[in-house]
């Protein structure tokens, strides 16, 4: 499986635009400390976003195939890095899973389970380096 991503420089500095086959785009750009300007998302915070999206994916997969009433899902995730290294490296990354409807806790706590320990892509890369932790949350309003 082949994936292309193009970028191009937006700015004078580290101003970026990825590209994909289908021509979807993200923007990433360093921090003002670093000669940026704060125009996009930092590459190692995409890291993050990723593992989100891809968890997301999986978790809302499952929850359909057990035919789970899933009317939403918000998931927050933080990463901790290595102090005084390059490249620095996250050691620890916690996804909080906000899961909306009357869904079986069971289920719920599964599905995510399944998704961070198997399934997503991202978080095996991830976890190379780093202790991936998550928690689950039902809300049923």
């Known amino acids: ?6 970028l191009s420089r937006v700015d004078d500095n580290f101003c970026m635009e990825a590209v994909n086959d289908q021509g979807n785009k993200i923007v990433m750009d360093g921090s003002p400390a670093d000669g940026g300007h704060d125009g996009g998302m930092r590459p190692m915070q995409v890291l993050l976003a990723a593992m989100g999206g891809c968890s997301a994916v999986d ?9 789970e009433p899933l009317n939403d899902i918000s998931i927050t995730i933080t990463g901790e890095r290595e102090k005084d290294k390059v490249p620095a ?3 620890e990354v916690h996804a909080h899973f906000r899961l909306y409807g009357n869904i079986d806790r069971d289920k719920a706590e599964k599905a995510v389970a399944l998704s961070v320990g198997k399934y ?5 890369t991830l976890e190379k380096s780093a202790t991936i932790t998550y928690t689950v949350e039902v809300i049923t309003h």
């Open 59 to 67: 978790v809302v997969t499952i929850l359909r195939k057990q035919r």
């Open 120 to 124: 997503c892509s991202v978080a095996k």
């Open 89 to 91: 490296l996250y050691t």
């Open 1 to 6: 499986m082949k994936t292309t991503i193009e």
